[in-house]
């Protein structure tokens, strides 16, 4: 068989199928997000900015801010969490670390929509947290925790904690400990050997750990809509009300649309970042 | 400082495992609060096995995931093929715009699509979720089975064709018996994603394909009660049986490479 032919044969059902069911459907979202919306979930073929205009009303912009600072300070979180973890598993090399590392990745063969639940039943009023607060400390009044920022800020910690660590760890394993030794025998303090060496040579991890906490959880849906119940919305959470409530495609279009944008040039960043650590 | 390091891992597992172990804990629970203990028993169980609704979702879930993860296992397998044993000009855009399903958030990705199926009036049912699902799957599957290519020898392939062996059975001889644990592994990876998935389905089934995972967040929406908490005990043994059986083939893998 010639080569070409059996590339053909491998190539064609994948860059079909990506084409079909994957940039033209992309291209669809765009040409919607440029028309007027029409009856009860139609629309109508004229071209308009109205859609992307509507972003910048005050109330977009509010929750699209709350998404991105949600998103943040999530990734700070798990990044101050999941650096030390990380650390110890690649530098200290306990003997369970294998072990170690397969509890943190099982989680994400776990059905996230179950994850997520799982905190309501530790969050409500009458949940796990408040009656065993209730139980410590006499006259204890329940906290109303569900339904609240907070709520949707651990919901997201948890959710996407092990895509922080696992990159870090790789970076950190792959750390050459001899460094660290030499920087020490030359008079360096371990705060410094720490700062000056270790820090930046893991630099590669902690980006592509925050870049795997950002992105998914500027764009998420089902956090805030559990456990924000409504109350905590995000753009995700808007653009779902767009499909299913509003029906309003051609606005709907328009934030998916900006979202896939910030998300776009988060990852252009990232790669930037990443070619300057590494030179 | 070695105790500090300790204690945070100690507390990262609390917080990553209590949540899971409360649910199960809950899904043995005799009364109807879905947090409140009152009794060991098996009845949301058995209510759960008894209700017709969840026997139909679980129907809908292996379906869609039975076939996008046959689907997806062939045609990433053949693209991982390509990518690591041949040189060609669009390989470097091929395999970044094979990821980029995994880098859009699913929302836009289900939107997408939901869009392109009113545009196309493609009937949205079982079909269409499939579809959708192939897309995110294929490139879970191209990971795994390059990871498995790496380090790949060709002269193996070579030394069968010069034996007299033809291209075909060179594949099914000698290349796929070497590369399958990491179909198979790829497999029960997109297997897994696509019962768990929830936002992709949500927004491209048709009424009436109720999946597990839209059952659960359905129930989620109109009134929790302990069955929940049963559903998810069982989805979660279900996962656990998956990675097992990962695990297997990855220890099979790494043996016999």
Redesign the interface.
């Known amino acids: 068989?010639h080569?070409n032919y059996?590339?053909l044969?491998?190539?064609s059902?994948?860059?079909l199928?990506?084409l079909c069911?994957?940039?033209?459907?992309?291209i669809?979202?765009l040409t919607?997000s440029f028309v007027e919306r029409g009856t009860s979930g139609g629309i109508e073929w004229n071209f308009t900015l109205e859609n992307y205009q509507r972003l910048f009303d005050g109330l977009y912009l509010g929750i699209l801010w709350r998404s991105v600072s949600t998103a943040f300070v999530c990734t700070a979180i798990c990044l101050l969490?999941?650096y030390?973890?990380a650390?110890?598993?690649a530098c200290?090399r306990p003997k369970w670390r294998n072990a170690?590392l397969?509890?943190?990745v099982?989680?994400f063969?776990?059905?996230?929509?179950?994850?997520t639940?799982?905190?309501?039943?530790?969050l409500?009023t009458?949940?796990?947290l408040n009656?065993f607060l209730t139980f410590l400390i006499p006259g204890f009044q329940p906290l109303e925790l569900l339904n609240t920022p907070l709520a949707v800020q651990i919901g997201l910690v948890?959710g996407y904690?092990?895509f922080m660590?696992l990159p870090l760890y790789a970076a950190l394993e792959q750390l050459d400990l001899s460094l660290i030794d030499a920087a020490k025998d030359l008079g360096a303090s371990p705060r410094h050997a720490f700062w000056h060496i270790t820090l930046p040579l893991s630099l590669p991890g902690i980006l592509a750990g925050s870049m795997l906490v950002f992105?998914?959880t500027?764009?998420?849906?089902?956090t805030p809509d559990?456990l924000g119940g409504g109350k905590v919305s995000f753009i995700?959470n808007v653009?779902?009300r767009q499909?299913k409530t509003a029906l309003d495609?051609p606005f709907?279009?328009a934030l998916?649309f900006m979202?896939?944008a910030i998300?776009?040039v988060g990852?252009v960043l990232y790669f930037r970042a990443l070619q300057g650590s590494e030179s | 400082m070695k105790r500090l390091f300790k204690i945070n891992i100690l507390l990262v597992f609390l917080f990553l495992y209590i949540p899971i172990l409360v649910v199960v804990v809950f899904s043995f629970n005799s009364g109807d609060q879905i947090s409140v203990w009152e009794g060991f028993s098996l009845a949301w169980y058995a209510k759960l096995f008894k209700n017709p609704d969840v026997w139909r979702a679980c129907k809908n879930s292996l379906i869609i995931a039975g076939v996008a993860t046959f689907i997806s296992t062939v045609i990433g397998t053949a693209a991982a093929l390509a990518i690591e044993k041949y040189r060609f000009r669009i390989r470097t855009a091929l395999t970044r715009a094979l990821y980029l399903p995994l880098i859009i958030p699913d929302i836009v990705l289900a939107i997408a699509l939901l869009t392109f199926y009113v545009q196309v009036k493609f009937p949205r049912g079982l079909t269409s979720v499939i579809l959708a699902h192939v897309v995110f799957n294929i490139a879970y599957v191209t990971i795994v089975v390059r990871a498995r290519l790496e380090g790949y020898d060709d002269t193996i392939e070579e030394a069968a064709l010069d034996l007299g062996a033809n291209q075909w059975q060179t594949f099914w001889r000698i290349t796929f018996p070497l590369i399958a644990p990491g179909i198979i592994g790829g497999a029960l990876l997109a297997f897994t994603l696509s019962i768990d998935d929830f936002v992709i389905t949500f927004f491209t089934a048709g009424v009436g394909y109720t999946t597990l995972s839209v059952y659960i967040y359905s129930s989620l929406k109109f009134g929790l009660t302990p069955e929940l908490n049963a559903i998810s005990t069982m989805l979660l043994v279900n996962s656990i049986v998956l990675i097992l059986l990962f695990l297997w083939f990855r220890g099979r893998n790494t043996q016999t490479s």
């Not at chain 1, 063969?109 to 994850?115: K, Q, S, T, V």
């Not at chain 1, 639940?117 to 530790?122: C, N, Q």
């Open positions: 068989m080569r059996r590339l044969i491998l190539l059902p994948v860059i199928w990506l069911f994957f940039f033209v459907p992309l669809s979202v919607y969490v999941g030390p973890f650390y110890y598993l200290y170690l397969l509890l943190v099982v989680p063969w776990i059905n996230f929509l179950i994850r639940y799982a905190w309501i039943l530790i409500r009458e949940g796990l009656s948890y904690l092990p660590i992105i998914p500027v764009g998420a849906f089902l559990i995700g653009i779902e499909f495609y709907g279009s998916s979202l896939m998300v776009l990852t």
